[in-house]
């Protein structure tokens, strides 16, 4: 589909992954040549919990249609709360996001394994879907 109108038109998503956990059930979706929109791109984090609210804002506000969090979930070498401290950052991102006038529906977690690539594949797709409805702005 490269070169197709709405390949060219895919929402640009940032993913924050974790290196232990979904970083692999990501590299396992390329590896396996399963399709998802060329424009996500993935920064690797040690762990979630660890992502700054403002990181998150500033994609939003520097030209990213959309943030991923691809969570540790319990899985977490770390921290034993992590989905609970996750959980936090997205909510207080969120925030920011909606005191900032962007939509908050534009960031999106969800806990992905490191066999998960086709999880991966399917929430991006569903989220990059999901970007090109929704007004960037709130209303």
């Known amino acids: 589909?490269?070169?197709d109108d709405s390949e060219s038109k895919s929402p640009?998503?940032?993913t924050f992954s974790t290196n232990n956990i979904s970083?692999?059930?990501?590299?396992?979706a390329g590896s396996a040549h399963m399709h998802y929109p060329e424009s996500v791109v993935v920064i690797p984090v040690p762990c979630s919990s660890g992502?700054?609210?403002d990181w998150i804002l500033y994609a939003?506000?520097?030209?990213?249609d959309g943030v991923f969090v691809a969570a540790d979930g319990t899985d977490c070498a770390y921290v034993q709360d992590c989905t609970d401290r996750t959980g936090k950052v997205v909510a207080k991102a969120q925030q920011m996001i909606l005191e900032h006038g962007l939509?908050?529906?534009r960031l999106k977690m969800a806990?992905?394994?490191?066999?998960?690539?086709e999880s991966f594949v399917s929430h991006i797709e569903y989220f990059s879907e999901s970007l090109r409805e929704l007004p960037r702005d709130i209303q």
């Open 60 to 64: 939003l506000k520097s030209g990213f």
């Open 103 to 105: 939509n908050p529906a």
């Open 12 to 14: 640009k998503i940032l």
């Open 111 to 117: 806990a992905i394994c490191s066999v998960c690539a």
């Open 51 to 53: 992502i700054k609210p």
């Open 23 to 28: 970083d692999p059930g990501i590299d396992l």
């Open 1 to 3: 589909m490269k070169g």
